[in-house]
């Protein structure tokens, strides 16, 4: 079997340090290196506008300045992935103005919350990031899916917006049962949100069970099983299987194992992971940030590579 080596990850280990922004770098010091919650909170709380919203470039790709919900939503899988939620609640103020900003209704409609927003097309940018309305009709099912599971979750029963993170749910499950059409994160998001009802206790309250056999089939069938594929933007088993107790690991053993050995071939040697997108047109537009940009992602994902060899057993004492 394949290992990541000492050596290997002590290569990783310095290219984060030396290039990763404050949050991935308290990310990595959390899960590798006994770090504190509390400086991941720290890190976060700088990309935290007043409006309780989060953006200032949190997803490396958009370097908006303004709150947007995609934005938000990658504040909240951070604080989600950490046992923040579960050990501090609705109490801290990080997590009162994420449900202030969401209360707001800004950039939501009657279907939830949009993919992207008009301000996106004003600066540095991958192309994707570019305001579209077509793309909010197609993308916004997976964000607001991933922002009601949030919120039935931890938010408090009596509040008007936990009551509106039903009615969308109710409205999500309903279009998901009845269409092909997910968008990039969609059904991966759905499959989430159903996993997210039972956890909460809601999962018969909207009955879901032709749903969620329906809804697996169609996140295990996205996974890219062509390993000449890899090396392009395409969703790897990673994606879907975080470890051995992911509900998708036991019949996707052998395409995780073949991932994980493909994680330790194609590290570039003495540093991380080459990432598998650039900004295209815009990259010509924005070199500079972009260039910024690949460094924040390469370190973001050498953190999710290395939790996921680390959580198969294959990284050596």
Request: charged letters at 25%.
């Amino acid at each position: 079997m394949k290992m990541l080596t000492q050596q290997d990850y002590q290569e990783i280990r310095c290219w984060v340090l030396r290039n990763a922004r404050p949050l991935d770098l308290a990310l990595w010091k959390y899960y590798f290196e006994d770090g504190q919650r509390e400086d991941i909170i720290d890190a976060l709380a700088c990309y935290q506008n007043e409006d309780g919203g989060f953006g200032n470039g949190i997803e490396p790709d958009c370097w908006n300045r303004e709150s947007s919900p995609y934005a938000t939503m990658i504040a909240m899988g951070m604080l989600r992935k950490t046992g923040f939620m579960e050990q501090e609640g609705d109490r801290h103020p990080i997590v009162q103005g994420i449900f202030r900003y969401l209360e707001s209704r800004v950039h939501c409609d009657g279907e939830g919350w949009h993919f992207c927003i008009p301000s996106n097309s004003e600066c540095p940018r991958a192309p994707w990031w570019t305001y579209s309305e077509e793309s909010n009709n197609i993308q916004s099912m997976g964000i607001t899916a991933s922002i009601c599971a949030f919120i039935l979750l931890y938010d408090s029963r009596k509040s008007s917006l936990y009551n509106r993170a039903r009615s969308y749910t109710e409205m999500i499950l309903k279009k998901a049962a009845g269409t092909s059409e997910f968008g990039e994160m969609g059904a991966a998001a759905v499959w989430r949100l159903l996993g997210d009802l039972i956890q909460c206790g809601l999962y018969a309250s909207f009955a879901c069970d032709s749903l969620m056999e329906r809804i697996t089939e169609a996140v295990d069938s996205s996974i890219e099983r062509n390993q000449e594929k890899w090396a392009f933007y395409t969703p790897r088993p990673s994606e879907f299987i975080w470890g051995p107790d992911s509900p998708l690991y036991k019949k996707n053993k052998d395409i995780v194992k073949k991932e994980l050995d493909y994680l330790i071939d194609t590290r570039t040697p003495g540093g991380v992971w080459n990432i598998t997108w650039s900004w295209y047109d815009l990259g010509e537009m924005y070199a500079k940030e972009f260039a910024i940009s690949e460094n924040w992602w390469m370190a973001s994902k050498a953190l999710d590579n290395v939790c996921f060899l680390k959580n198969f057993g294959r990284i050596a004492v």
